[in-house]
């Protein structure tokens, strides 16, 4: 089992920063992908942006160039970046990881809040 740790959510002014963390709870050899989704109120959950083992990334059109992912594979962290942040980023954000199985966990959500 693995547990995943978000932290870095809060109140951001519309054009502001926030930097989402994510790390999981103990090592793990065989991870295929991290990334952040998030759940706006009413809608579905979308992906966010991903990143491989071998750190190619992928990226929501919504917020290319304005986010960015990255990873840090020995401690086994992933992190999300935000900048130029709009009121439509509100959501709560959840961490992922596909690890060898394949198997996935999830993280318990973070919530990002994007107002004046």
């Known amino acids: 089992q693995v547990q995943l740790v978000e932290s870095g959510g809060g109140l951001a002014q519309p054009g502001g920063s926030l930097r989402l963390s994510c790390a999981a709870s103990r090592s793990i050899f065989t991870i295929y992908t991290m990334g952040w989704y998030r759940r706006a109120p009413g809608k579905q959950r979308e992906l966010v942006a991903d990143i491989t083992d071998r750190g190619s990334t992928h990226y929501a059109d919504s917020v290319k160039g304005r986010f960015t992912i990255s990873m840090h594979n020995a401690q086994n962290t992933v992190y999300l970046q935000m900048s130029s942040l709009k009121p439509e980023d509100t959501a709560v954000y959840y961490c992922?990881?596909?690890?060898?199985?394949?198997?996935?966990?999830w993280g318990q959500g973070t919530q990002v809040t994007v107002s004046s």
């Open positions: 992922n990881v596909v690890i060898l199985g394949p198997r996935t966990f």
